[in-house]
C-alpha cells in the first residue's frame, strides 16, 4: 500500500533531449562518423532545411508594368510623367476593349 501510493505519485520526467532528433538520426545511420561529427552537420543540414521553408517574397509592385515600359522607352521625360501617361493609356486600351451594348431598348 503506502510505498506503492508514494511511489505511483513521483513525478515523471517527460523531457525530451535537446538533441533527440540527432540522436534518432545516429541510431539509424551507418554511424561511420562519431556521433559529435554527426550532430554537427545534422544541425547545419536542419537550418539549411528551414531557411529553405522560409516564405519569398514574390509580390509585384503596382506600377511594375510602367517601370518595365519606361525602362525600354527613350527616357526622354522622368520617370513620374511617363508612369501618368502610361497609365492613362493603359485605362483608355482597357475601355476601348469593353463590349459596345448595340442592343435597341424597346
Known amino acids: 500500500g503506502a510505498v506503492a501510493d508514494v ?3 513521483q513525478p515523471i520526467d517527460v523531457s525530451i533531449p535537446y538533441d533527440a532528433a540527432a540522436k534518432l538520426a545516429y541510431e539509424a545511420s551507418d ?3 562519431d556521433y559529435a561529427a554527426f ?3 545534422f544541425e547545419a543540414d536542419a537550418v539549411v532545411a528551414v531557411i ?3 516564405p519569398i517574397d514574390v509580390s ?3 506600377d511594375a508594368a510602367a517601370k518595365l515600359a519606361y525602362e525600354v522607352s527613350d ?3 522622368d520617370y513620374a510623367a511617363f508612369k ?3 497609365e492613362a493609356g493603359a485605362v483608355a486600351d482597357v475601355i476601348a ?3 459596345i451594348d448595340v442592343s435597341i431598348p424597346y
Request: net charge positive; no cysteine.
Open 60 to 62: 509585384i509592385p503596382y
Open 31 to 33: 554511424k561511420s562518423t
Open 39 to 41: 550532430k554537427t552537420k
Open 75 to 77: 527616357k526622354s521625360s
Open 52 to 54: 529553405a521553408k522560409q
Open 97 to 99: 476593349k469593353q463590349p
Open 84 to 86: 501618368v501617361k502610361y
Open 7 to 9: 511511489i505511483a505519485k
